[in-house]
Nanobody
Protein backbone atom coordinates (compact mmCIF):
# COMPACT_ATOMS: atom_id res chain seq x y z
CA UNK A 1 0.00 0.00 0.00
CA UNK A 2 1.29 3.41 -0.98
CA UNK A 3 1.59 6.21 1.55
CA UNK A 4 2.87 9.66 0.67
CA UNK A 5 3.58 12.39 3.20
CA UNK A 6 4.37 15.89 2.01
CA UNK A 7 5.89 18.61 4.18
CA UNK A 8 7.72 21.90 4.02
CA UNK A 9 5.05 24.29 2.82
CA UNK A 10 4.33 27.65 4.36
CA UNK A 11 3.86 31.35 3.81
CA UNK A 12 6.64 33.12 1.95
CA UNK A 13 7.06 36.52 0.34
CA UNK A 14 7.43 36.88 -3.43
CA UNK A 15 11.00 36.12 -4.41
CA UNK A 16 11.47 33.80 -1.47
CA UNK A 17 12.29 30.11 -1.33
CA UNK A 18 10.85 26.94 0.13
CA UNK A 19 11.91 23.32 0.08
CA UNK A 20 9.22 20.66 -0.03
CA UNK A 21 9.83 17.07 0.98
CA UNK A 22 7.90 13.89 0.38
CA UNK A 23 8.38 10.64 2.24
CA UNK A 24 7.07 7.68 0.30
CA UNK A 25 6.11 4.41 1.88
CA UNK A 26 6.34 2.44 -1.30
CA UNK A 27 7.97 -0.82 -2.25
CA UNK A 28 10.52 -0.51 -5.02
CA UNK A 29 10.46 3.29 -4.83
CA UNK A 30 13.59 3.50 -6.94
CA UNK A 31 11.94 2.13 -10.08
CA UNK A 32 9.23 4.79 -10.29
CA UNK A 33 9.19 8.16 -11.96
CA UNK A 34 8.14 10.59 -9.22
CA UNK A 35 6.59 13.98 -9.55
CA UNK A 36 5.38 17.06 -7.75
CA UNK A 37 1.90 18.28 -8.56
CA UNK A 38 0.01 21.35 -7.46
CA UNK A 39 -3.61 22.28 -7.27
CA UNK A 40 -5.14 25.72 -7.19
CA UNK A 41 -8.78 25.88 -6.06
CA UNK A 42 -11.07 25.65 -9.05
CA UNK A 43 -8.35 24.36 -11.35
CA UNK A 44 -7.11 20.94 -12.33
CA UNK A 45 -4.15 19.45 -10.56
CA UNK A 46 -1.02 19.97 -12.67
CA UNK A 47 2.33 18.27 -12.81
CA UNK A 48 5.08 20.81 -12.22
CA UNK A 49 8.18 18.61 -12.02
CA UNK A 50 9.12 14.98 -12.47
CA UNK A 51 12.25 12.92 -11.98
CA UNK A 52 13.21 9.53 -13.35
CA UNK A 53 14.78 6.77 -11.27
CA UNK A 54 18.15 7.83 -12.66
CA UNK A 55 17.67 11.46 -11.76
CA UNK A 56 16.67 13.09 -15.06
CA UNK A 57 14.24 15.92 -14.41
CA UNK A 58 11.53 17.66 -16.38
CA UNK A 59 9.67 20.81 -15.50
CA UNK A 60 6.56 22.67 -16.49
CA UNK A 61 7.33 25.86 -18.38
CA UNK A 62 5.89 27.90 -15.54
CA UNK A 63 8.55 26.71 -13.07
CA UNK A 64 11.50 26.00 -15.35
CA UNK A 65 14.63 27.65 -13.99
CA UNK A 66 13.10 28.31 -10.57
CA UNK A 67 12.26 24.85 -9.20
CA UNK A 68 14.56 21.87 -8.78
CA UNK A 69 13.36 18.35 -8.11
CA UNK A 70 15.58 15.73 -6.52
CA UNK A 71 15.26 12.28 -5.00
CA UNK A 72 17.03 10.00 -2.58
CA UNK A 73 16.29 6.42 -3.52
CA UNK A 74 17.95 5.11 -0.36
CA UNK A 75 15.57 7.13 1.83
CA UNK A 76 12.47 6.91 -0.39
CA UNK A 77 12.19 10.68 -0.54
CA UNK A 78 11.63 13.24 -3.24
CA UNK A 79 12.16 16.97 -2.76
CA UNK A 80 11.29 20.18 -4.54
CA UNK A 81 13.46 23.25 -4.07
CA UNK A 82 11.44 26.30 -5.03
CA UNK A 83 13.22 29.60 -5.60
CA UNK A 84 12.06 32.99 -6.85
CA UNK A 85 8.55 32.18 -5.79
CA UNK A 86 5.67 34.10 -7.32
CA UNK A 87 2.11 34.67 -6.07
CA UNK A 88 0.89 32.40 -8.86
CA UNK A 89 2.83 29.52 -7.28
CA UNK A 90 0.34 29.57 -4.42
CA UNK A 91 -1.24 26.12 -4.34
CA UNK A 92 -1.53 22.84 -2.49
CA UNK A 93 1.46 20.73 -3.48
CA UNK A 94 1.47 16.94 -3.68
CA UNK A 95 3.96 14.29 -4.62
CA UNK A 96 2.95 11.19 -6.54
CA UNK A 97 4.14 8.88 -9.20
CA UNK A 98 4.09 9.59 -12.91
CA UNK A 99 1.64 8.16 -13.82
CA UNK A 100 -0.10 8.62 -10.50
CA UNK A 101 -0.61 5.94 -7.89
CA UNK A 102 -4.08 5.19 -6.65
CA UNK A 103 -3.49 7.31 -3.57
CA UNK A 104 -2.93 10.97 -2.73
CA UNK A 105 -1.35 12.34 0.40
CA UNK A 106 -2.65 15.38 2.27
CA UNK A 107 -0.40 17.76 0.40
CA UNK A 108 1.41 20.79 1.75
CA UNK A 109 0.15 24.32 1.31
CA UNK A 110 2.41 26.93 -0.27
CA UNK A 111 1.28 30.54 -0.07
CA UNK A 112 3.27 33.28 -1.74
CA UNK A 113 2.13 36.67 -0.60
CA UNK A 114 3.49 39.95 0.68
Amino acid sequence: QVQLAESGGGLVQPGGSLRLSCAASLSYFSIYVMGWYRQIPGKQRELVASITPGGSANYADSVQGRFTISRDNAKNTVSLQMNSLKPEDTALYFCNGVPIFNYWGQGTQVTVSS
